[in-house]
């Protein structure tokens, strides 16, 4: 199988995605998957990656080779975001392959949670319902974690180092992100049983 993940902005969001994703498929016993990160060019930003042509470019590229597309993106509070990614995959269906599909998720605010679900030495009075339903996480919590851990001048502001460590304990990022991770895992299962059939 080859996936090709979309995300709003390569240059970081590769170092999270890529890593969370092949544990994904691993736990979904599809540890052969090829997994690639979409880079000819930075969507730069929430905007250009829900852009059906944009998407849409990028499906006519790259069909011949890629069975799964994932696109992912920030939360960012929007309440209609879900709405919009549920067009995109419609839109997809109508030009894959039969057997080729995009599945969109949103991240719960933004991806950086889903490597702070990946450890449990986060700061006692972080409670972690604040953590998820927190905007702007990434700067109220993943990078002052980055700095506790001492890896905030790493690649990617740690994001590489971190992402790496917390796919490690995918279950547990499962567990604690139902609302996104877990949702994605159960599309992904529903899709590769449904093409196997």
């Not at 890529?18 to 979409?38: C, E, F, N, R, W």
């Not at 930075?42 to 250009?48: A, F, K, N, W």
């Not at 319902?129 to 690649?155: M, N, S």
Request: aromatic share 8%; net charge negative.
């Amino acid at each position: 199988m080859d996936v090709l993940i979309i995300s709003e902005d390569y240059r970081t969001d590769e170092y999270i995605l890529k890593p969370i994703i092949t544990a994904m498929l691993d736990h979904l016993g599809q540890s052969t998957a090829k997994v690639d990160v979409y880079r000819d060019l930075p969507l730069g930003g929430v905007g250009q990656a829900l852009n059906w042509e944009q998407i849409q470019n990028i499906l006519k590229q790259h069909d011949w080779i890629i069975d799964l597309f994932l696109l992912c993106v920030d939360r960012d509070g929007k309440e209609g975001r879900k709405t919009r990614l549920t067009q995109l995959e419609e839109l997809a269906a109508t030009v894959l392959k039969t057997d080729h599909i995009l599945l969109a998720e949103n991240a719960w605010q933004e991806i950086e949670v889903w490597v702070l679900a990946g450890f449990d030495d986060l700061p006692p009075e972080w409670e972690w319902q604040q953590v998820r339903q927190e905007r702007d996480p990434k700067e109220v919590y993943f990078l002052p974690y980055a700095e506790q851990r001492g890896v905030e001048h790493e690649l990617s502001g740690g994001r590489k180092v971190l992402a790496e460590q917390a796919a490690r304990r995918y279950k547990r990022i499962r567990r604690l992100c139902q609302e996104d991770v877990a949702n994605l895992e159960g599309r992904i299962q529903e899709w590769i049983q449904a093409r196997g059939r």
